[in-house]
């Protein structure tokens, strides 16, 4: 090589040097809530279709005052339009337009405190106006496309139309008594517990009764002296709430409830879903045991149960999640999701209880129907067919099942339809690719990029990371996790081990997505020396039944004998100190963490786990025994899981953290754990966070992971 040469290479070496040496280190801050805030991928704000049009609405990216629209049909993303909103057109001052919700083609709604702002378009102008003013307590509200108004105060529901202002649909006294709120601690897919029938004429609406419950204590400790918050907080085993569901009938004033049955009142009542012609109910009744299932229709008017339209039930557990959906146009037949074949599937039902037609089949899961297109009786819908890792948009034919893809590039995709399902709002992320927006039309005839986001991280040091797949302990289901590498990795080195887990039920971890480790606190421990591994095992979501119910009536076995398998691959690295390995988790992962400290002790030098259940006694009835049965029935599953009186086998430093008002994974559960660690003469670290609840969220999520951090710097640091 000439000295010309020679001179350019090493330039060009020390150029390459000095970029990688100019790379900057993420702060704890940007490592804990980067990715929400100051390092989010740029993307559209607050988008929604307009109905019975092709036009999508956003925020504008630049002012949060501004609002375009994009015709999805258009040749040219240029052809769009645009109407700037001043603050004061507003009945109230707003610091920004927040998400518009359309009660039809013309009309959207927000809620701005206690006012309900109601707009108008027309051409391409909103005129604005203050639908109703609510009480300062008001909470829960929801508006009707029939202009309605349903919202809670306290424990009651009322009701407010144009004509009669505000009136209390339940009038209950007894503040155990709870109306118009989500119940069964939101288990089952309940989210709501407002039900408008289609057409608003009619409004249902849970009623729970909490009063035989037991009171728990949530101690407030922003006042002085400290005051006791009761809630009710139904524990395995323990006597639990029970549920009814009325119907409103704001004509008359008059409530009917749906006769779901007395002999067994502590069942739950799942899938509300109204008929489109609003005549009947349809309701899930899943006994406590969540081993049987009875699809129900009752009549709306009288709360007489019709029909029972068929039956699931399970050896283990039936889990529904989802409505009924009605084909758009055909009050007599529905898509009702089920697991019988082992996968989240689609059926389609008559109202008669007729089994016409699986639509969806295969190992793979389903996981939104997104939309309908009626015209041509397709189904817009996600799912993990290409693989568990990913998230694709398809369409399929509700008569015979077809299927085809809808986008493009790897990675998980996000789906948001228009009204009549012939466009599809694409937004997803993938390895290299931080956000890209799409309309397209979901028969694959067109599409329009909307944003492709520059790297956020562009200008950071980052991590190497390695997709990894393991057997898990039965020697033949694989397993996905990331290894997570320092920057400027140096295989001849041995660097300390994290171990990152969560391993519950209905949470997977692992995904091909944006960023690519999947946290960017991982990266962050890598640019401070230390490998991260992360790994989805049995008993995590999105893998099929069998995959999930590994776990069943013995909760902490077949997990942790699998993330013990991924810290025999991390041993079998010549990069990895076997001797330097921690391991954290939150809520069951906080579980996992303690019970692998306490039940295999000496594999990890240290731990840190937030919010763990250490007694599944202590967990609320609805998870927990779906997934252990009761005590009574399961006493040698729930001593085997109880981590309380195996506090004596703990090797290594502990670290437990716990919010000081959780409501989830009550404080209780740490605070006899210590009290065991006291007996038994065994030293553990401990940390609280005043007045939170199950987890720290915010700008204090920083102090938190700063915490957690210096632990594993204060033990597997050299």
């Known amino acids: ?90 009945p109230e001052k707003t610091t920004a337009i927040p998400a518009i919700k359309w009660l039809d083609k013309e009309n959207v709604w927000f809620a701005n405190g206690k006012n309900v702002i109601a707009g108008k378009l027309s051409g391409n102008s909103f005129s604005w106006s203050t639908m109703a003013t609510l009480p300062e307590s008001a909470d829960r509200i929801t508006v009707d496309k029939s202009r309605k108004i349903a919202y809670t105060v306290d424990n009651n529901l009322w009701l407010w139309d144009k004509e009669k202002g505000s009136v209390p649909v339940s009038t209950e006294t007894n503040k155990d008594i709870v109306c118009g709120q989500s119940v069964h601690r939101d288990e089952f897919g309940i989210d709501k517990g407002i039900f408008f029938s289609p057409k608003g004429n009619y409004l249902a609406y849970y009623r729970m009764d909490q009063s035989m419950v037991k009171d728990y204590p949530i101690i407030k400790w922003d006042v002085t002296p400290a005051k006791a918050d009761m809630i009710k907080y139904p524990m395995a085993g ?55 299932l009875d699809l129900n229709k009752y009549n709306a008017k009288t709360g007489e149960r019709v029909a029972t339209l068929f039956q699931e039930t399970s050896p283990k557990y039936v889990h529904p999640t989802h409505p009924l959906t009605f084909i758009p146009g055909n009050n007599d037949e529905f898509i009702w999701w089920s697991e019988r074949d082992g996968f989240d599937h689609l059926y389609l039902y008559n109202t008669d209880g007729k089994l016409i037609r699986q639509i969806t089949k295969g190992k793979w899961l389903v996981n939104e129907i997104a939309g309908i297109d009626a015209k041509d009786k397709k189904l817009i819908i996600t799912a993990s ?34 009204e009549d399902g012939k466009y599809v709002l694409d937004v997803y992320s993938g390895p290299g690719t931080p956000k890209n927006t799409y309309i397209r039309a979901t028969d694959g005839s067109s599409w329009k990029e909307l944003m492709k986001s520059p790297n956020p991280l562009a200008d950071y040091n980052r991590a190497e990371i390695r997709d990894i797949t393991i057997k898990a302990a039965d020697g033949v289901t694989p397993l996905y996790g990331k290894l997570v590498l320092p920057p400027n990795f140096d295989s001849s080195k041995k660097y300390p081990v994290i171990v990152y887990l969560y391993n519950g039920p209905n949470v997977q971890l692992i995904h091909n997505s944006f960023p690519e480790s999947g946290n960017l606190w991982y990266e962050y421990m890598a640019q401070h020396g230390y490998i991260v591994f992360t790994m989805d095992g049995r008993g995590s979501s999105n893998r099929g039944i069998v995959f999930e119910q590994a776990t069943f009536r013995k909760l902490g076995d077949a997990e ?39 039940k295999h002790p000496g594999v990890f030098k240290c731990a840190v786990a937030g919010g763990p259940v250490m007694d599944w006694k202590m967990y609320e009835v609805m998870y927990t025994e779906r997934y252990m049965d009761t005590p009574e029935e399961n006493h040698e599953g729930y001593e085997n899981d109880n ?76």
């Open 560 to 598: 942790m004998a699998d993330q013990l398998k991924g810290v025999d691959y991390l041993k079998s690295l010549p990069y990895v100190d076997a001797d330097r390995m921690g391991i954290h988790g939150w809520s069951y992962g906080g579980f996992m963490t303690t019970s692998l400290m306490l």
């Open 643 to 718: 981590l309380l009186d195996k506090v004596k086998n703990l090797q290594g430093k502990l670290l437990l953290i716990h919010g000081t008002n959780d409501n989830t994974v009550v404080w209780q559960n740490s605070i006899d754990f210590l009290k065991k660690c006291v007996d038994e003469g065994v030293q553990v670290d401990y940390f609280v966070y005043p007045g939170y609840e199950h987890n720290v969220r915010g700008k204090d999520r920083a102090h938190l992971m700063q915490k957690v951090s210096s632990y594993f710097d204060d033990y597997l640091k050299k």
């Open 1 to 90: 090589m000439d000295n010309k040469k020679a001179c350019l290479l090493v330039a060009a070496i020390a150029i390459s040097l000095h970029a990688i040496a100019q790379k900057k280190q993420f702060t704890i801050a940007e490592a804990t809530n980067g990715m929400t805030t100051t390092l989010a991928p740029k993307g559209i704000k607050n988008a929604t279709w307009q109905p019975g049009t092709d036009n999508l609405w956003q925020t504008d990216k630049k002012n949060d005052n501004e609002i375009w629209k994009i015709n999805a049909a258009a040749t040219s993303d240029k052809e769009t339009t645009a109407q700037e909103v001043e603050q004061g057109a507003y």
């Open 238 to 292: 323990g006597t639990s709430h029970e549920v009814t569901l009325c119907v409103y009938d704001p004509a008359t004033g008059k409530t009917v409830t749906m006769e779901t049955g007395t002999k067994y009142k502590d069942h739950y009542l799942t899938c509300v879903t109204w008929s489109p012609d609003e005549k009947y109910i349809y309701i899930a009744i899943l006994n406590r045991g969540q081993d049987h």
């Open 385 to 418: 067919k290409e693989s568990p890792l990913e998230k694709h948009i398809y369409s399929v034919g509700i008569n015979n099942g077809n299927m085809e893809r809808i986008d493009k590039g790897a990675g998980m995709h996000t789906a948001t339809c228009s």
